[in-house]
């Protein structure tokens, strides 16, 4: 099992691009989560989906969008990108509603 | 106040001795407390997991609870330079929702 995959592990983007994070895990997870980590800090939550079509709200879901049309995929959109969007993201899944298993990580980086 | 307290170090310690990281938390619904080690660079990696108050040992990890307190600590045996990181305590109540983190302690583990 390859886990969680996260691509791309970097990208530089111009204020007001978008773009797609993607990530795919191959555990056959039910539970998927976005979480954005800032220098110093813990992660805060994004997004999560409990199962295909259906997602929801976390801490800090300004600015993105998700989508979860298959079990594998959890992609995270940026419609326009701000400065304060430079972070860390990290995807996260797992079976149960207690611990999650993290991928790698896309270091994002908006100029 | 936060929901999660955690000292971010830097701390620093002699190989071979034992290290004591600790979180509070204010949240009295969390019933799920990870720790997770984040190498620089790197996504964050289950270290151990608890449910509940209670004491939990694995190899030269042992995680402890006390949710009267409110306080969760983790001990590392025998420091090793290869412990060198940052180490995140996070948290969750029952349901599907996402993890409550720390801000991380960063470890060294001096040779």
């Known amino acids: 099992n390859a886990g969680v995959t996260q691509t791309p592990k970097f990208r530089i983007l111009k204020i007001g691009q978008s773009m797609t994070l993607q990530c795919t895990q191959d555990?056959?997870?039910?539970?998927m989560y976005w979480y954005r980590q800032d220098p110093g800090m813990g992660l805060k939550l994004i997004y999560y989906s409990v199962g295909a079509g259906i997602t929801d709200k976390g801490e800090v879901p300004n600015g993105y969008n998700v989508s979860r049309s298959t079990t594998e995929d959890f992609p995270l959109r940026l419609e326009l990108a701000a400065p304060s969007q430079t972070s860390v993201y990290f995807c996260?899944?797992?079976?149960?509603?207690?611990?999650?298993?993290f991928g790698p990580g896309t270091r994002l980086t908006v100029l | 106040q936060k929901e999660v307290e955690q000292d971010p170090g830097p701390l620093s310690v002699p190989e071979g001795a034992i290290v004591s990281l600790n979180c509070t938390y204010s949240n009295s619904a969390f019933q799920y407390f990870m720790w997770y080690r984040q190498y620089s660079r790197k996504g964050p990696e289950l270290l151990m997991y608890t449910y509940s108050s209670g004491n939990k040992e694995d190899g030269r990890f042992t995680a402890q609870v006390d949710k009267s307190s409110k306080y969760i600590s983790l001990f590392i045996r025998d420091s090793q330079p290869s412990d060198s990181a940052t180490y995140l305590c996070a948290m969750k109540g029952r349901g599907a929702d996402g993890l409550t983190f720390g801000k991380g302690t960063h470890l060294i583990i001096q040779p």
């Open positions: 555990m056959n997870h039910n539970y």
């Open positions: 996260a899944s797992t079976q149960r509603t207690d611990t999650q298993y």
